[in-house]
Structure formats: C-alpha cells, structure tokens
C-alpha cells in the first residue's frame, strides 16, 4: 500500500520561508502524480491551497506555492504570518482512482 | 457558489452501519467534469480518503476500508452517501463529503460531520 510522507512538524519565524515536503515510501513523486496541498485550523474544514503541483487555488495569497523538488512535491510559504499556523496536508492520486493523504505536518510560527 | 452538507447520526453503536449523506447545493452532482469523496479524521489524528464516486456509478475506494464501504448517489436528489458497516470505535472521526476535480484535487468541502462509535 502506498503511503505518502510529510514532517510532522516544522517551525518557522514570522516573515520567513520555509518549504514543506510530500514523498513517497518508495518512489519518486512527478506531477503525474498530481500533488495538491491543503490547510485545516483546529475545528475546520480543510482548505485547498495547492493543486496540480503548483497551480494556486482561487482567493490563496501568492506566498504559497507549490513545486517538485527533487523526488518529492512541495510546499513553500513565503513571508510566514501568524495565521498561517495550521496543519497541512499533501494528497497524491496514485491512480485506479486512488487518492492518498500524507500524514499532514504541523506548522508553527514563532 | 457550490456547497456541501453531510447529514446523518452523530451516535453509531459497534458493528452497527454508518451512514451519512452529503447534499450539493449551488450546482448539479451530475456534471461529467467532476468526481464526488468521502474524507474523514479521527480526532486528533490525519485525514484518511474514503471513497469517490461519480455520477454515472463508478466508485473508486480506500482498499483499507474497501470491504466495508458502499457509495452511492441519487442524482434527483442531487445528494451522494457513505454506508461503514460494521463499525468499531477506530471509526470515530469527523466525515467530510468534497467534490473531486478531474485534476484529481478536492476543491469544495463540507463543514463535516462527527460521528461517535459507542454503545
């Protein structure tokens, strides 16, 4: 079965950058494998940031965006603020209809 | 503006069935371009794909939850619903309904539903 990886947590000061990363346990992850990402605050429902590896989804500020990075899909926010605190999901559909989430990472900023 | 709204018993004894159903508002369930899934999230914990089904029938399922999972629609009622059978409490969790893109991403979500496995 297949099963996609994330950092469970990542840390990152307010106005910084930092990247989050979506693999696989073996394999490498293309854009045939149509990365998408996803924030959820605690009590929400998740909230589609990402899709089609890097394609923004309507209304997302510009300081996410989406890439592959070596052998994995990623997350990059640019200029981190405060309520960009949340947890974030990577899903890849890995064909026959199959859709798999990551883990999700958690990301604090401080 | 789409809209999803998951339904159902928000108390489901062991080896009971869950069953939710979620209704589409603000477009039809029946567009070819789109798929319609199942999402859910122990408390505390990740979120998990359940199942997708198109409206034409074709359902696609998470092979870990595959023998007990039946999706379905009902195009006049423009609504789709989820059927757990034999339900433990590891099926606790909050169950969202989203519509699937043929880019394969979730782009509407419901507000989701929790649903409790005690007796």
């Known amino acids: 079965q297949t099963v996609v990886t994330q950092e469970p947590s990542f840390s990152v000061s307010p106005g910084g950058t930092v990247t989050l990363t979506c693999g696989l346990s073996?394999?490498?992850?293309?854009?045939?494998?149509?990365p998408s990402w996803y924030q959820q605050t605690p009590g929400q429902a998740p909230r589609t940031l990402i899709y089609?590896?890097?394609a923004r989804s309507s209304g997302v500020p510009d300081r996410f965006s989406g890439s592959i990075l070596g052998n994995k899909a990623a997350l990059t926010i640019t200029g981190a603020q405060a309520d960009d605190e949340s947890d974030y999901y990577c899903?890849?559909?890995?064909?026959?209809?199959?859709?798999?989430f990551g883990g999700g990472t958690k990301l604090t900023v401080l | 503006q789409l809209q999803l709204q998951e339904s159902g018993p928000g108390l489901v004894k062991p080896s009971e069935t869950l069953s939710l159903t979620c209704t589409v508002s603000?477009?039809?369930?029946?567009?070819?371009?789109?798929?319609w899934g199942w999402i859910r999230q122990p408390p505390g914990k990740g979120l998990e794909w359940i199942g997708t089904i198109h409206y034409s029938g074709s359902t696609y399922y998470n092979p870990s939850l595959k023998s007990r999972v039946i999706i379905s629609v009902d195009t006049s009622k423009n609504q789709f619903s989820l059927n757990l059978r034999s339900v433990t409490a590891a099926d606790t969790a909050a169950y969202y309904c989203a519509r699937l893109t043929g880019a394969w991403h979730f782009d509407y979500w419901g507000q989701g539903t929790l649903v409790t496995v005690s007796s």
């Open positions: 603000g477009g039809s369930i029946s567009s070819s371009s789109y798929y």
């Open positions: 089609s590896t890097n």
């Open positions: 899903v890849l559909y890995v064909g026959g209809g199959i859709s798999v």
């Open positions: 073996s394999g490498s992850v293309s854009a045939a494998y149509f």
